[in-house]
Structure formats: structure tokens, C-alpha cells
């Protein structure tokens, strides 16, 4: 089982560009939440998605979008990139159900110049 | 509203010697918690979880952490601190109908020789 893997591990960006991360669930996942992580910072909801459709949603603002596809994995897209979009952008995924238990993948490192 | 408060932002201890980091949380209901652990520049690994039960829970690399509703808090420990336990330590409570895992700020833990 390969968990949860995600793509790029790093990338640069410079301001007022777009950028889209990937992930892909663990195997048997069928539930895909991003999260941001900033500098000295505890992760920060941004959104989920179940069924190919988004569930839930953090204070983020609309610049912040994302899909997940029929095999569950999930992309984030960020429009118009700002220097404080710079963070670790993690994905996790879990089985739908109450018990919240999700399991991170590496994070991509996005730096925005 | 949902929260999770870690107050020790940074804790230093003697290889060997016994560690406890805080966790407190405000949650209406039951909460589901959790301790996960992330190594520099790495995504997060889940150490233990909290759904329902034996209050007392033991989790992987020796950690284990108590639930006290009384006190709302959930302090994780481990008797004997290993020199590859350096990391930083994140608290999280499951918001329930939000689909969301809530995060404290982390506590960064260095182990001295």
C-alpha cells in the first residue's frame, strides 16, 4: 500500500500565477480533505471532497479551488497567487464516516515569489 | 467554537527521561482526538487516536495519552524519550459534522543527549 501520495514535492511560483497540487488516497479511501500549513503553524482546513463533490469548506477564499475524479483522487488549484499562499499544502484522505481518522501524505512545498 | 490549545510552543528533554505534552480542546460533544507527529518537512503521521472507551490509549513508537473529560484535556507521554522522538507534535479534535480535523499550533520537542 502506497498511502497517500502527492505531487510536486516543491514548487516555486511567482505572485499572480496559478498552481495545481495533486494527490492520490490511500488505497480503500474514498474521502480527500487539503489542508495548509504554514510556517510554525498547526494545518488549516481548506476543503474536502467526497462523491466528486466538495463537502466541506475552511475560511478560505474562492481563489482556493479544487476536484477530485471517479478514482478519488483530488487536485487543489490556486488562482492568482499570493506571498502568503506560500505554505506546505497537505493532503488527507479517509473512509467515509464519522470517526474523522485521516491519513497525511507529504505535502507539497509551494513557495510564492 | 471548535479548538485545540497546546500550550508548550517548544519543550527540550534529556534522552531517557519521561515526557508530557499538554493538549486541551472545547468540543460540545464527545470528541474524536488524535496526536500525530511530523518530522521536518514531512507530512503528518497519526501516533494515536481517541474515539470512545478505555480513556487510557496506546499508540505506535511507545506513545500512549489520556482523555479527561473532566479537565477537557488529552496529554500525550512516553516514559523514555529516544533521540529520533525530536519532531514537532500536533493535537487535532474531529469537528464532527464539519468533516474536519482542528489543529493546535504544535509543540516542537528536542531531545538532548
Known amino acids: 500500500d502506497a498511502g497517500v501520495t502527492q505531487s510536486p514535492t516543491h514548487l516555486i511560483k511567482t505572485r499572480g500565477q496559478q498552481v495545481t497540487l495533486r494527490c492520490s488516497p490511500k488505497s480503500g479511501h474514498d474521502t480527500v480533505s487539503w489542508y495548509q500549513q504554514a510556517l510554525g503553524q498547526g494545518p488549516q482546513f481548506i476543503f474536502q471532497y467526497y462523491e466528486e463533490e466538495e463537502r466541506q469548506r475552511g475560511n478560505f477564499p474562492d481563489r482556493f479551488s479544487g476536484h477530485q475524479f471517479p478514482n478519488y483522487s483530488s487536485e487543489l488549484n490556486v488562482n492568482a497567487l499570493l506571498l502568503g499562499d506560500s505554505a506546505l499544502y497537505l493532503c488527507?484522505?479517509?473512509?467515509?464516516?464519522?470517526?474523522?481518522?485521516?491519513?497525511f501524505g507529504p505535502g507539497t512545498r509551494l513557495t510564492v515569489t | 467554537a471548535q479548538s485545540v490549545t497546546q500550550p508548550d510552543i517548544h519543550i527540550t528533554v534529556s534522552e531517557g527521561a519521561s515526557l508530557e505534552l499538554r493538549c486541551n480542546y472545547s468540543y460540545g460533544a464527545t470528541p474524536y482526538l488524535f496526536w500525530y507527529v511530523q518530522s521536518p518537512g514531512q507530512g503528518l503521521q497519526l501516533l494515536l487516536k481517541y474515539f470512545s472507551g478505555d480513556t487510557l490509549v496506546q499508540g505506535i513508537k511507545g506513545f500512549e495519552a489520556e482523555f479527561k473529560r473532566s479537565q477537557s484535556s488529552f496529554n500525550l507521554r512516553k516514559p523514555s524519550v529516544h533521540w529520533s522522538d525530536a519532531a514537532e507534535y500536533f493535537c487535532a479534535v474531529y469537528g464532527g459534522a464539519t468533516n474536519k480535523l482542528i489543529f493546535g499550533t504544535g509543540t516542537l520537542l528536542a531531545v538532548q543527549p
Open positions: 488527507a484522505s479517509s473512509q467515509t464516516g464519522p470517526s474523522g481518522e485521516q491519513y
